[in-house]
């Protein structure tokens, strides 16, 4: 596939790229995807005082799989969890300029951004504290 | 060394300079219609024709009247399939075949059940073999054709095509064979093999694109077939339109070099093969071969990189022409049906590279793949979420992943 310079851009230089301990109170962790369907996302946020302070990826997948995921990471950082909630995958798309066949790769980063958030929130009893 | 290396050889191969040398003339001086009978210009192309026809004849150990010049391969096995359905309608209505055809025999057969043939698509084992007893016990009294590739696109594993013509002759049935990755590359002979359809293609063997044959058996039986093209009456009936002379004057060229040069070829590539195997799965851990590791193709290697997917894997080897089985690399969006049916896992299908080595390969392009094979998949394995978790001990197939 041909894709845009920003993908490549993020894939040669992916930004934030590594893990949290995942046990961490101040981590939040999601995972979407399986294996069997060629992307797994594992996105991580650091959160203080409901703040994502710092953000962490892993991809298994394509390039714009990789990409989004990147790009998310960038994203997230000095937003509130529900400013973090408002990311909509049709803005990785444009950025990206991914084309139609890799929107769900955009879906996936999106939707990892709202499994981290979920993990952080369920690990402390529904509230948004520290 | 030039970059970007072309490894890609099972897609399509640089038409070889001798043959695109002996070309030339038929697209000026000599471009006369082979079927016009009366001047030097159509006596001139027909004679070229006839050298080709002989020079393809030679290299399947056929009769040069039993060449039937096509567009490609595609063509050749859907005139074959085709063709014998319509012709032997009164006879019987089943086909043989198997999983791990390519897709122009699969989808000439799928279009055919529509039209009410019944077709068995016969299982490969987990090295992409088939069991030509399998083939044997799939026969009923309405069987008329047996379709088996020589040698399969993605794992160039090598089909046990010798056994299977021999239990197509004894039961009277036709075997066609798709041996378009196969000519050219490893010996094929229509007699020893009991081949009585025989479909290749020019670009795969060096020559130019757009130029294909199918060898129909005149004798043992004499094969009939009902034409997909009307029209000129051209190449015995069966498929009208007017010749690609230079096309066919480069096929035949292409043929003849190959046979040439054949075992010299397979035993440098098979060398260079080798090389490129252990030179990757020395230095990375969890690196998988996809097919039979002997009875393939000499320039085929495809392998399955754990935990790394395989068009981010080629994004990395930009510089390297390769092609991959994964979703994402294939244009109905799911992972090669070839390694599915192996039964190697979908993730593994995901993450597999084909590398197709071919005459212009050197050493020197080999090692440097080496580097950037072992480069890339250990960077992408430390962006893998999977890889960290199977270092940290977890079982990959007892988490319960999300759906999407």
Known sequence: MKYSDDVEDHYNNPRNVGSFEKDAKDVGTGIVGAPECGDVMKLQLKIDNGIIVDAKFKTFGCGSAIASSSLATEWVKGKTLDEAMTIKNTEIVETLHLPPVKIHCSVLAEDAIKAAIDDYKNRHNGSEGK | ?404
């Open chain 2, 1 to 404: 060394m030039n970059l970007p290396i072309y490894m890609d050889n099972h897609s399509t191969t640089q038409v070889d300079p001798r043959v695109v040398e002996e070309m030339l003339p038929y697209f000026t001086a000599h471009f006369g219609n082979a079927a016009s009978r009366n001047h030097s210009f159509g006596w001139d192309a027909d004679k070229a024709v006839e050298v080709g026809r002989e020079r393809l004849a030679k290299i399947i150990h056929a009769d040069p009247k039993e060449i039937i010049f096509t567009s490609g391969a595609t063509e050749s096995n859907n005139l074959a399939l085709k063709g014998v359905a319509e012709m032997y309608a009164e006879k019987g209505d089943h086909i043989i075949t198997q999983v791990t055809e390519h897709r122009s025999v699969l989808d000439t057969a799928k279009r055919l059940e529509k039209s009410g043939i019944r077709v068995t698509y016969l299982p490969v084992d987990q090295e992409g073999l088939v069991d030509p007893e399998e083939v044997r016990k799939a026969i009923t009294d309405r069987t008329i054709l047996i379709s088996i590739m020589l040698v399969n696109n993605e794992i160039g594993v090598i089909q046990p095509v010798e056994e299977i013509g021999k239990i197509a002759k004894e039961r009277g049935i036709l075997f066609h064979c798709d041996a378009t990755q196969g000519v050219g590359k490893v010996k094929v002979d229509v007699h020893a093999m009991g081949i009585d359809l025989l479909s290749f293609t020019a670009h795969k063997l060096y020559g130019p694109k757009g130029v294909g044959a199918l060898y129909v058996r005149r004798k043992n039986p004499r094969v009939r077939l009902a034409p997909m093209m009307d029209g000129g009456g051209h190449e015995r009936g069966m498929r009208s339109g007017t010749l690609n002379v230079p096309g066919i004057v480069g096929f035949g060229k292409a043929c003849e070099i190959a046979m040439e040069v054949m075992d010299e070829e397979a035993a440098r590539l098979l060398r260079l093969r080798e090389r490129l195997s252990s030179g990757i799965t020395g230095a990375l851990e969890e690196v998988y071969l996809n097919g039979h590791p002997v009875k393939r193709m000499p320039g085929n290697l495809n392998l399955s990189f754990a935990y790394v997917e395989g068009e981010s894997m080629l994004m990395g080897l930009k510089e390297v022409a390769l092609s991959s089985g994964s979703a994402c690399t294939s244009a109905t969006l799911e992972p090669s049906y070839v390694l599915q049916a192996l039964g190697i896992g979908i993730e593994l299908a995901h993450s597999s590279i084909r590398f197709g080595l071919g005459r212009f390969n050197t050493e020197e392009e080999v090692d440097y793949v080496i580097g950037r094979v072992i480069a890339t998949v250990n960077r992408l394995r430390e962006m893998s979420p999977l890889y960290e978790m199977v270092k940290e001990g977890v079982n990959l197939k007892e988490v319960k992943w999300g759906k999407h």
